[in-house]
């Protein structure tokens, strides 16, 4: 398709989340069935009272950072829709992020264009930034983060981690990849990393252990100047804002945006396999060490992941999101964005063919789900004792999403996304021989 360009794409899919706004606002104003999502009004009820100078979070389920009330202030005086543009364009961006990222690595144009279109014309990603949601943002921030990363700027990367971690708690799983990731073969002392580009994929997996997290490659060297300068800039960050608005709302902002994340127990139906086991147990004291044990699942699955595809940040970050949203305690339709933002980005590497496998996983996904959401139908609107049927299909839905895991990363051609030193220096040899 020689008509397909990134600025047509861009400029489409921006004038179609404008009409999707302005359509959002007519069916607020005339249908029962309201088109805003209903965290947007608590952003937005949020935001009003920082513009009064009261506190984010005397508005109930407010579990965000104090940065998310603030971007959206101009709600209050300028229009109420004002977050819908601020996230659907940050929708935008993180288009424009894949496409930067892709041709950093040189792959092809047409190629690029079309993983950039899995993004914006994905029916999960437009509509959330249109209805109000801020996952978007977050979204840009990891992409530009991976940017910084590949033109080794590692200063600017732990600040923007710093931040994205404080704004959602959720990104500090990507802590350990990115650790790794700084190793001194990819990253030498007073030089940028040399990216592997696509053409240069071989297809296999190293066999000298630099693209797995041997307890070789993980002590040696562990503290070098790119890793102390990455964890001690993004740790300040993280502190700092985090002490900031502790110190201006004291321990309602610690518990709501922080704590609460990591203890909460959500009675109501969700796709999550925990939510049965809450519901019954709602309202009986459970400790805080039976809340903790939930993570026990995604923290293994997470450290054998890393070991296996650190190397690779990409695609170890699209599968350390994939694994974390199907074993959390709670799952909504808007944590799939976290790792749809991710899926581009490794598309050019996957042996994957649309006409079958690719088509057989995302019939998959989405049957999973609409069998879920057919016991959830029979749930919420029809009042239908069906809790047991429901957590069968969150069962279900579980093993789609661990189907479809593995399916990816067999049909994934690995390749570290940054050459190492000796690599590159043997190449280098070569040319001038």
Request: glycine content about 4%.
């Amino acid at each position: 398709m020689t008509s397909l360009d990134i600025h047509s794409l861009l400029l489409f899919s921006a004038i179609f989340r404008v009409i999707l706004i302005v359509y959002g606002e007519w069916q607020d104003a005339h249908m029962e069935v309201r088109y805003t999502d209903v965290d947007y009004l608590v952003f937005s009820d949020a935001a009003s009272l920082m513009v009064s100078g009261d506190s984010p979070y005397k508005r109930t389920t407010y579990r965000y950072s104090p940065l998310l009330a603030f971007l959206l202030i101009p709600n209050s005086f300028v229009h109420c829709s004002w977050g819908k543009f601020l996230f659907s364009s940050a929708d935008i961006l993180v288009g424009y992020f894949i496409y930067y990222i892709l041709k950093l690595r040189k792959v092809p144009e047409n190629l690029c264009n079309y993983s950039v279109m899995a993004w914006l014309f994905n029916p999960f990603t437009f509509t959330i930034g249109t209805r109000g949601n801020c996952e978007p943002i977050v979204s840009a921030m990891i992409l530009w983060i991976i940017i910084c990363l590949m033109k080794g700027n590692v200063l600017q990367s732990a600040f923007w981690y710093g931040l994205v971690v404080h704004f959602r708690i959720y990104p500090i799983i990507y802590s350990i990849p990115i650790i790794l990731v700084l190793d001194p073969n990819f990253f030498p002392s007073g030089q940028k990393p040399v990216l592997r580009n696509w053409s240069a994929i071989q297809g296999e997996r190293p066999k000298d252990g630099n693209g797995r997290c041997t307890s070789n490659n993980l002590f040696k060297s562990i503290f070098t100047w790119d890793r102390l300068i990455f964890g001690l800039v993004s740790g300040f960050v993280f502190f700092f804002c985090t002490g900031l608005f502790f110190w201006l709302y004291g321990w309602e902002f610690l518990h709501e945006a922080l704590l609460y994340h990591l203890t909460r127990t959500d009675p109501r139906h969700n796709f999550s396999i925990y939510f049965y086991h809450i519901y019954l147990h709602y309202g009986h004291h459970i400790s805080v060490v039976e809340k903790l044990v939930s993570f026990l699942p995604q923290l293994l699955v997470q450290l054998i992941l890393i070991c296996c595809f650190a190397q690779d940040l990409p695609f170890c970050l699209f599968v350390q999101t994939v694994a974390f949203v199907a074993f959390n305690k709670v799952i909504t339709a808007q944590y799939f964005v976290w790792f749809f933002c991710l899926f581009p980005l490794i598309l050019p590497w996957s042996k994957m063919k649309f006409k079958w496998e690719g088509l057989f996983c995302i019939l998959l996904w989405i049957g999973a789900q609409t069998h879920w959401l057919m016991w959830g139908y029979l749930l919420e609107f029809k009042g239908e004792n069906v809790f047991l049927q429901l957590w069968m299909a969150s069962l279900v839905f579980l093993a789609a999403n661990i189907s479809i895991l593995v399916m990816i990363i067999r049909q994934h051609k690995y390749a570290s996304i940054f050459k190492a030193l000796e690599h590159a220096h043997s190449k280098n040899t070569a040319k001038l021989e």
